[in-house]
C-alpha cells in the first residue's frame, strides 16, 4: 500500500502506531521521499490541524498496539476523503470478527495473518482487503506480484484452517481477556489497566459504539515497581509464555521495550506488560499472573 505513494507525498500515522509500521516510514520511505508525522487519533481536531495538502494516506491503528486507544474510523475516514486521501485500518487487534472498517468508511484494511486469523501462532503473512477494485488495488497486486511478497501455498491452507475457527476463538478471546482485565484492576499491584472493555477505558463509549461483540483479547497493563519488576514477571509466569507476537490459542506475556520491533526514538513505557488472552481457563491466568507479580515485586519493587 506504501509503495502506490510517489515521492513528495505525505502519511499521518497515529503517534502510537505499531512499531513495525514506523520503522518502515522512518527507516526505508524517506529514501523515496515519502514523509510521515503523526497525530493523536483519538482527537478529532489534531488529526484535522495534522493533515497537509500533500496527505495521501492516513494509517488508522484501531485497536492500537499496545495502549489499545480506540479511533473513530468513521470520522476520520471522512477526514481522509475531504482531503483526497486513503483511508486505511489496521484492523490486527480486533479482525472482522469485532470490527469491520469497510463498513465505517475506511478504503483499505490490512490484517497480520500472523495473529489472530492464522490463530496458532504457526504463520507469518499479511492480508490486504479494498473496499472496490480501482487503479490503487491493482498497483497493489502488481507490487505484490513482481516484488515476490506472496505467501506460499502451506501458509495460505494454515490460514485457511483458523479462519474456520475464527469467530468461536475471537468470542473466546474477549469472554478471558474482560475477565482478566476487571481481576487485574482490583490488584495494588497493578498501577493501570489497559482495554477498551472497561468503564475505566477512556474511550469506553466509542468502543462500544464501534466493536460488535468484544473487544478483542488483549490487555496491557502498567506494574508497580518499574521496569525490573516488569522484566521478572515475564521470567516468573508459568502458563503465559514469555514471547513475542499475539492472538494464538495460549496466552504470552512480553514487555514492550523487549519487543524485536522496538526501535530507538519509540516511547514505549518501562513498566508496561502486554498480554495475549488465550483460551486457558481466566482463573489460571489471573492466579498465574498474581503469583508472578507478587514475586517480582517482593525480589525487585522494594526499592522502587
Ligand atoms: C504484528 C502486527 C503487524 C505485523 O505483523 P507481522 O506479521 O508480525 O509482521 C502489523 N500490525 C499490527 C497492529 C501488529 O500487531
Same mark, same amino acid.
Given at each position: 500500500?506504501? $509503495? *502506490?505513494?510517489?515521492? +513528495?507525498?505525505?502519511?499521518?500515522?497515529?503517534?502510537?502506531?505499531f512499531?513495525g509500521?514506523?520503522?518502515?516510514?522512518?527507516?526505508?520511505? &524517506?529514501?523515496?521521499?515519502?514523509? %510521515?508525522?503523526?497525530?493523536?487519533?483519538?482527537?478529532?481536531?489534531?488529526?484535522?490541524?495534522?493533515? $497537509?495538502?500533500? *496527505?495521501?494516506?492516513?494509517?488508522?491503528?484501531?485497536?492500537?498496539n499496545?495502549?489499545?486507544? =480506540?479511533?473513530? =474510523? !468513521?470520522?476520520?475516514?471522512?477526514?481522509?476523503?475531504?482531503? +483526497?486521501?486513503?483511508?486505511?485500518?489496521d484492523n490486527t487487534f480486533v479482525t472482522p470478527v469485532?470490527?469491520?472498517?469497510?463498513?465505517?468508511?475506511?478504503?483499505?484494511v490490512v490484517h497480520a495473518s500472523t495473529k489472530y486469523l492464522g490463530g496458532h501462532g504457526d504463520v507469518l503473512g499479511g492480508v490486504v482487503v479494498?473496499?472496490?477494485?480501482?487503479?490503487?488495488?491493482?498497483?497493489? $497486486?502488481?507490487?505484490q506480484?513482481?516484488?515476490g511478497s506472496v505467501a506460499s501455498s502451506f501458509d495460505c491452507w494454515l490460514v485457511h484452517r483458523g479462519f474456520q475457527t475464527l469467530t468461536c476463538r475471537m468470542?473466546g478471546h474477549?469472554?478471558?481477556?474482560?475477565?482478566?482485565?476487571?481481576?487485574?484492576?482490583?490488584?495494588?499491584?497493578?498501577?493501570? =489497566? %489497559? %482495554?477498551?472493555?472497561? !468503564?475505566?477505558?477512556?474511550? /469506553?463509549?466509542? @468502543? #462500544? #459504539?464501534?466493536?460488535?461483540? +468484544? /473487544?478483542?483479547g488483549i490487555?496491557?497493563? $502498567?506494574? #508497580?515497581?518499574?521496569?525490573?519488576? @516488569?522484566? !521478572?514477571?515475564?521470567?516468573?509466569? #508459568?502458563?503465559?509464555t514469555?514471547a513475542t507476537s499475539f492472538g494464538m490459542t495460549e496466552s504470552l506475556?512480553q514487555?514492550?521495550?523487549?519487543s524485536p520491533t522496538?526501535?530507538?526514538?519509540?516511547?514505549?513505557?518501562?513498566?508496561?506488560?502486554?498480554?495475549s488472552?488465550g483460551l486457558?481457563? &481466566?482463573?489460571?491466568?489471573?492466579?498465574?499472573? =498474581?503469583?508472578?507479580?507478587?514475586?517480582? %515485586?517482593?525480589?525487585? +519493587?522494594?526499592? @522502587?
Amino acid at each position: 500500500m506504501l $509503495r *502506490t505513494l510517489r515521492p +513528495g507525498h505525505h502519511v499521518l500515522v497515529p503517534d502510537d502506531v505499531f512499531q513495525g509500521t514506523i520503522r518502515i516510514l522512518r527507516e526505508i520511505l &524517506p529514501k523515496w521521499q515519502i514523509s %510521515y508525522s503523526s497525530a493523536d487519533m483519538t482527537d478529532v481536531d489534531a488529526v484535522r490541524a495534522a493533515i $497537509r495538502q500533500n *496527505t495521501r494516506l492516513e494509517w488508522l491503528e484501531t485497536l492500537s498496539n499496545p495502549m489499545l486507544k =480506540v479511533t473513530d =474510523v !468513521a470520522s476520520i475516514s471522512k477526514l481522509a476523503h475531504e482531503s +483526497g486521501a486513503v483511508a486505511v485500518v489496521d484492523n490486527t487487534f480486533v479482525t472482522p470478527v469485532f470490527q469491520q472498517p469497510l463498513q465505517l468508511g475506511a478504503d483499505l484494511v490490512v490484517h497480520a495473518s500472523t495473529k489472530y486469523l492464522g490463530g496458532h501462532g504457526d504463520v507469518l503473512g499479511g492480508v490486504v482487503v479494498a473496499r472496490e477494485s480501482n487503479s490503487t488495488t491493482e498497483t497493489i $497486486r502488481q507490487t505484490q506480484l513482481l516484488e515476490g511478497s506472496v505467501a506460499s501455498s502451506f501458509d495460505c491452507w494454515l490460514v485457511h484452517r483458523g479462519f474456520q475457527t475464527l469467530t468461536c476463538r475471537m468470542r473466546g478471546h474477549a469472554q478471558n481477556a474482560l475477565l482478566v482485565a476487571t481481576a487485574l484492576e482490583k490488584e495494588p499491584l497493578i498501577a493501570a =489497566v %489497559y %482495554y477498551p472493555g472497561l !468503564a475505566s477505558h477512556p474511550q /469506553f463509549e466509542l @468502543a #462500544r #459504539r464501534q466493536l460488535q461483540g +468484544g /473487544f478483542g483479547g488483549i490487555v496491557s497493563v $502498567r506494574v #508497580r515497581g518499574g521496569a525490573s519488576v @516488569a522484566n !521478572a514477571v515475564c521470567t516468573n509466569v #508459568r502458563v503465559f509464555t514469555h514471547a513475542t507476537s499475539f492472538g494464538m490459542t495460549e496466552s504470552l506475556i512480553q514487555q514492550q521495550t523487549s519487543s524485536p520491533t522496538h526501535g530507538p526514538g519509540t516511547n514505549v513505557l518501562e513498566d508496561l506488560l502486554r498480554l495475549s488472552i488465550g483460551l486457558e481457563h &481466566p482463573d489460571d491466568l489471573v492466579d498465574d499472573l =498474581v503469583a508472578a507479580l507478587e514475586s517480582a %515485586y517482593r525480589d525487585f +519493587g522494594a526499592g @522502587a
